[in-house]
């Protein structure tokens, strides 16, 4: 065995039994399963949620798990953090694991800031002592100082979750296992968690992070791993494997199977259609472009929300327009809809991806950051760097030339505002502003 | 530091294969989380609660009075010669303690169902919490057994000195029985609703509010089956000088093991595939 290795996973597969008669499970469901198999002499219907998985972490790396809703990331994650195990297969870990499938497992309350932090610490494996000394630096770092003796019930959520996130970054296991926790909070406290990730891994704990945000990811991870319905697709480098898994979001051939797939709501695809309304991936970049999004709703939901998110090359997220953002009515009812968002020039010449979420202000049903992607062509102006490009017009609004002694639409002498400059508030000099009001509609 | 600190060895999640294997090291190891959870519900459980901890007194004394009034002036139970209500009031705080002990130990994995789908520890730990809570309601009412065997003149002997003993006892019939139906409940929520009827059918079969030498010669040995008849024969033996436990009470012992280790065994079995049935 290689010494370096903190994690081996070894043809790891897990089955889960589906259908009615297992998944609740009480005596009488038990005796009625038994019936109908032994009428209908069929097994219970059966998923495999990962099938043959292999791979190994080498100490102090951090691995990145790419993949769809669905793909096993969890029951993978799970696994790892001995939470469940295996059907077949092995996965060894060494040192001590400390899995974040939420932040704030085991929280009450009822029980103070202080006592849920003690209680915290004992469930993710801390002592008490070893918490003692960590406490004041977990209570600054969640900015909770004043409320510390409070019951939770009583914090914002913005508290809790801060309270709650800071103690598991403070736990310094040797292998940190982490799950989607970033997917809540804003984004400063994302940029937070990532962060302490990075600390993590300078301070050499190996770290797994599974992602719906492959921005993170790259950010974060030096190698990933993409499963796919069970089974590992691609291993390596994670911008190699995140280039192909936007590849085959974005192929035109997937036919006719969904992109994503949640309870409520399917989505079918997402395409590009210019303004002559024709499907490309190869787009001007002065010209308006729609994005088209072909979803399903399966059971009515309330109040469906649906957001466009467009990143660009370096990850960020340029656009996230959600419908919820204007007033138009948006259908909730069960059926397959075509929606467009139309999109005016403003974006830089570049490589695009489209992301599409669909939720509700409660719960997020879908989220697919790969479902398309685009080119803007045109020209940079050499400047390629910028995300948005307006083109914006310029204009005179004021001259003092130095030619003249006396400006000829103010009959002030060119020093004057100089003597006038006042340090508190130089945007708005006195002799300004009447003059920019009228000229800024001339042009 | 906890979980199985050998940074140096491998842990390994395997398909399990069947035989008893108890990592006590790991529950050492862990034993602190055993003492925040029950920590939790005692406070919980007395928190926005005007009485507090008085209702620990206040419960086993409002059962006395009950008991008094049916089984002492209506039905004429004897008491092996002790005032009846210091005798019923040993067999209420120690029933009390075992029904309640019980009933949360079995709800305790499905109540934490959250922990056991999102973090790993030693399950066990999770229905042992269940049985501690209730340790402080028993002390609570010590003190006030003692009031009450000075008004009605009673005095332990030195048998007192086995007290410890007994606890020890109640905690593990408490615990067997709490562990193999929380590891049930995890599979079949109906353990949730029959474990009311169980526990009335065992107050009635337990020397609560009789004596065991009320039960005739002949039954003694399958009314020993029952391990809270020589519990509570034990306390009463201990703190109120009634007649000491019988040689029956081995078949109580040897059925407390043979539960402790069938719920062992059941729970082990089950243990990790708790969350993905809970």
Redesign the interface.
């Known amino acids: 065995m290689t010494a370096q290795h903190a994690i081996?996973v070894d043809r790891v597969s897990k089955r889960?039994r589906l259908g009615q008669y297992q998944s609740?499970?009480?005596?009488?469901e038990?005796a009625a399963a038994g019936l109908h198999r032994l009428r209908h002499r069929r097994r219970p219907e059966e998923i495999w949620s990962l099938r043959d998985v292999s791979f190994s972490v080498e100490e102090g790396r951090a691995l990145g798990i790419i993949g769809r809703n669905g793909a096993g990331k969890s029951t993978l994650l799970?696994?790892?953090?001995?939470?469940?195990?295996?059907?077949?297969?092995?996965?060894?870990?060494?040192?001590?694991?400390a899995?974040l499938?939420?932040v704030g497992?085991?929280f009450?309350g009822?029980?103070t800031g202080r006592?849920n932090l003690?209680?915290n610490g004992?469930?993710?494996?801390?002592?008490?002592r070893?918490m003692a000394l960590r406490f004041d630096e977990i209570v600054s770092f969640a900015g909770v100082e004043r409320f510390i003796d409070t019951?939770v019930k009583r914090y914002s959520s913005g508290m809790y979750l801060r309270l709650a996130f800071s103690i598991a970054a403070h736990i310094e296991p040797?292998i940190l296992v982490v799950d989607e926790v970033l997917a809540v909070g804003d984004a400063e406290f994302q940029a937070k968690c990532v962060g302490r990730m990075h600390i993590a891994e300078r301070e050499g704990r190996t770290v797994v992070f599974v992602s719906h945000n492959l921005d993170a990811v790259m950010q974060l991870c030096t190698e990933a791993i993409w499963l796919e319905r069970g089974a590992v697709t691609a291993v390596g480098s994670t911008e190699s494997v995140v280039d192909a898994y936007v590849a085959t979001a974005t192929s035109e051939d997937r036919g006719s199977s969904p992109l994503v797939h949640s309870e409520d709501v399917t989505l079918h695809g997402v395409r590009l259609v210019d303004e002559s309304g024709q499907t490309t991936r190869s787009l001007r970049r002065d010209r308006s472009f729609s994005i088209e999004v072909r979803y399903t709703i399966h059971e009515k939901v309330p109040a469906l929300d649906m957001s466009v998110l467009v990143f660009n090359s370096a990850g960020t997220r340029v656009l996230d327009e959600a419908w919820s953002d204007t007033n138009g009515s948006r259908p909730d009812r069960p059926g397959t809809y075509t929606v467009r968002v139309s999109v005016p020039p403003a974006l830089n010449v570049g490589d695009y991806r489209v992301g599409i979420w669909a939720g509700t202000a409660y719960e997020m049903l879908l989220f697919e950051p790969a479902a398309a992607s685009f080119r803007l062509e045109g020209s940079t102006k050499g400047r390629p760097e910028r995300a948005v490009a307006l083109f914006l017009p310029w204009q005179v609004v004021d001259e003092q030339a130095r030619s003249s002694a006396v400006d000829a639409d103010t009959g002030r002498g060119p020093d004057q505002p100089n003597d006038h400059v006042d340090p508190r508030d130089d945007a708005d000099t006195p002799n300004g502003p009447g003059v920019a009001r009228q000229s800024r509609g001339s042009r | 530091?906890?979980?199985s600190?050998s940074?140096?060895?491998?842990?390994?999640?395997?398909?399990?294969s069947g035989l008893l294997r108890l990592d006590v090291r790991e529950l050492w190891a862990?034993r602190?989380?055993a003492g925040?959870?029950a920590?939790?519900d005692i406070?919980?459980r007395y928190?926005?609660a005007v009485l507090g901890i008085g209702w620990a007194v206040f419960q086993p004394l409002a059962g006395v009075l009950v008991f008094t009034i049916v089984f002492r002036r209506l039905a004429a139970i004897e008491s092996d010669g002790l005032p009846y209500p210091v005798f019923v009031f040993v067999g209420l705080v120690v029933w009390n303690y075992t029904s309640g002990a019980v009933t949360k130990a079995t709800q305790s994995l499905v109540s934490?169902a959250?922990?056991?789908?999102?973090?790993?520890?030693p399950r066990l730990l999770i229905p042992l919490a269940g049985v501690l809570p209730g340790l402080l309601d028993l002390a609570v009412s010590l003190p006030v057994l003692v009031v009450l065997c000075a008004l009605y003149d009673v005095r332990p002997g030195l048998a007192v000195l086995t007290l410890p003993l007994w606890i020890a006892a109640a905690i593990l019939v408490a615990f067997a029985a709490g562990l193999l139906l929380s590891a049930l409940n995890?599979?079949?929520?109906?353990v949730n609703q029959a474990i009311t009827l169980l526990l009335q059918l065992w107050l009635f079969l337990s020397p609560v509010a009789y004596p065991t030498s009320a039960v005739p010669a002949a039954w003694q040995p399958l009314y020993a089956v029952n391990p809270m008849s020589a519990v509570i024969e034990g306390f009463r033996w201990c703190l109120l000088g009634g007649p000491a436990p019988g040689p029956w009470s081995l078949v109580s012992a040897t059925v407390t093991l043979v539960l402790l280790g069938t719920a062992l065994t059941y729970f082990q079995r089950t243990e990790?595939?708790f969350?993905?049935?809970i």
């Open positions: 081996e889960y609740t499970g009480s005596l009488g038990a799970k696994i790892l953090g001995r939470i469940t195990e295996p059907t077949a297969g092995v996965a060894r870990t060494r040192g001590r694991v899995a499938l939420e497992t085991g009450h009822e029980l006592e003690f209680l004992a469930i993710l494996g801390m002592s008490r070893a019951p040797d | 530091m906890p979980v600190g940074t140096a060895g491998w842990i390994e999640n395997r398909p399990r862990y602190e989380l925040f959870m920590l939790r406070k919980v928190k926005q934490n959250s922990l056991v789908t999102k973090v790993y520890f995890v599979r079949y929520r109906d990790r595939r969350a993905d049935v």
